[in-house]
């Protein structure tokens, strides 16, 4: 199978900033940021650093765009609508997220809902060698961060159908198991619903699952593939957000790959906004952690999170939108990493899990 040079990133937000601050996608990140000058969304979300135009320049040929809702309890102030109180309204609020994506799609021939391999391959092809610029495309994996709009776990069957292929348990606790700042094991609705995630051979995302939560699916969990789509290594950021060296190991046990996050405040700990940015070798520094604690590159990718609640001032330098993590290529090169490790780091390693866990189509 051959591999294309593309940059795939495991988590983007895009449709809870589209239904949030009507941020359009299909727009570059500097024509959004020029709409926003002066707006309550800056200091809410950041400067935009997503857009479609500058993917497609930056090659970042896949995304694993997120349907994302928060409980309640997480509301941020009235402008935070994508809440929910229980698992209807976290169902109502995901099942807007998706028709956005539907919608998306449909409305921009360059956007292409993945579900099935063939749709994969679809996608890839476009950008093969020679392909002219204006026939890229961009595929859009479906990722639920945070079961609980999974009413319970067989209603997966419906999500599943409309095309999420992607589940992570936890965002804060869920019905279905302990999350960020709030330990705690998988629940019985938990165990349960890695057994239907399993029949899919859905690809199980364990970023924001507490350790306890994290340790016991990796224990239980009997599909394909398991990623960790955007955390970063407790190293350099020592909060229950992120992995400890021994889950990091454990995750490449079972083939997993971890999505680095490009966000200063998760890069070094004592960085705090207002702070000079970092170079963009504290992300190479990073990766490299992640390959020696693993003993290879096969384990690390990208999973950026960008306008996840962080803007462009909230990046190191050599960044500015989504099109600069092409910058990072020379950089694992100067760094010492062969043009394989590069690709597999960029894209590959991240395309090996989806592969796994797509169906044929």
Known sequence: ???????????????YNALTFDRDYTRSARLTRRLERDTETVSRAGRAILGLPDALLGRVGLVCATLFVAPEAAKMGAWDTLTYRDEREAYTQALRQLDYYQRLADSTPRVRLVRTQAELDAVLATW????????????????MEGADPIIEPQQFEEWYERGVRVVGLAWTATRYGGGTRAPGP????GRELLEVLASFNALLDLSHASEEAFFEALDRYEGTAIIASHSNPRKFCATDRHLSDDMI???????????????????ASDWRRGDPRPPLTIILDVIDHICQVTG?????????????????????????????????????RARGFSAADVEAVLGGNMLRKLRQALPAG
Not at 1 to 15: G, P
Not at 128 to 143: C, I, R, S, W
């Open 186 to 189: 998988l629940t019985k609705l």
């Open 296 to 332: 290879s590159a096969a384990h690390v990718g990208l999973g950026t999170d960008f306008d996840g609640g962080f803007g462009a001032d909230d990046i190191p330098e050599g960044l500015d939108t989504i099109g600069d993590l092409w910058n990072l290529g020379p950089a694992l």
């Open 128 to 143: 093969a060698d020679g392909t002219p610029f204006q026939e890229h495309a961009q595929g859009l994996v479906l990722l």
């Open 249 to 267: 190991r454990r995750l490449a046990e079972r083939d997993g790959v971890m999505g680095v996050v490009p966000f200063n405040g998760f890069l």
């Open 1 to 15: 199978m051959r591999n294309y040079v593309i940059i795939v990133d495991a988590h983007q937000d895009i449709a």
